[in-house]
């Protein structure tokens, strides 16, 4: 995979109108004025484009590889999010947190969009069902069924009415996508029971249906695992055989 925001700088130079986002940032993993930074520039090397997909994580082995406490990566999110909002919102500010603390700190750049980019919290859990209702925008789910989706949405409004928020939430979701014929795994990665898009044209076809159903507005296809010659024969086979036919 390459690195995400190194990588929005880039398309955001060679893209004009498409929204450029990350699904996601694992807020644990870096440090939260520094992100807020470099995301902020982002948002203006694109004219107000950014979607910024953030998650608490969940892969024990990277924590321990960066460092970071696995057991507090909850805290850490919640803060790290309330504190990259305070920076995109304002000018100049103050924060005493658990984790990072500073006093009248003058914020530049600040993002186009105003108050702030939309946030979408990636997770399928309660917690982060919690996360999004408090702090996001929507809620980016992660290869989950339907079904799951459906529960979620519903326990999620609740959460959200809950927390005085108007409106309702996006529902969006990552899901890998294998076209038969067309895509070929290369790479094992642990998939924790995760749902795919899999099969022939149709049966993705009616696939993206039912998530249509359950209520997602945004699906991000995730080709990680595949070569590169495979991925981009399945974005091309997506685009020409399932996109016309979606749409």
């Not at 995400?4 to 996601?24: D, F, N, Q």
């Not at 969006?172 to 995760?194: A, D, H, K, N, Y």
């Amino acid at each position: 995979m390459l690195e995400p925001i190194a990588l929005l700088s880039h398309l955001a130079a060679v893209t004009r109108r498409v929204r450029i986002g990350t699904s996601v940032i694992i807020l644990p993993y870096r440090h939260p004025i520094a992100v807020a930074k470099m995301l902020a520039t982002i948002d203006q090397l694109s004219e107000g484009r950014l979607i910024f997909g953030a998650g608490a994580g969940w892969m024990e082995e990277e924590f321990s590889a960066l460092g970071r406490p696995y057991a507090e990566r909850g805290a850490m999110s919640d803060e790290n999010l309330r504190l990259i909002k305070e920076l995109w919102a304002n000018e100049t500010v103050s924060f005493e947190g658990t984790y990072t603390r500073f006093r009248d700190m003058q914020t530049s750049p600040r993002t186009v969009q105003r108050p702030h980019p939309p946030i979408w919290v990636g997770g399928n859990s309660r917690r982060a069902l919690r996360r999004v209702a408090e702090l996001g925008d929507g809620w980016h789910a992660t290869g989950t069924t339907p079904e799951a989706v459906t529960e979620g949405r519903i326990a999620l409004q609740g959460l959200w009415e809950k927390n005085h928020r108007p409106g309702s939430p996006v529902l969006s979701m990552r899901i890998p996508l294998f076209l038969e014929g067309v895509s070929t795994q290369v790479l094992s990665f642990p998939s924790r029971g995760r749902a795919s898009l899999r099969g022939n044209v149709k049966q993705v076809i009616d696939a993206i249906g039912r998530y249509k159903e359950a209520g997602i507005e945004h699906v991000a296809l995730e080709m990680s695992i595949q070569s590169h010659e495979s991925i981009i024969q399945t974005m091309e086979a997506f685009m020409s055989e399932v996109m016309p036919q979606v749409t």
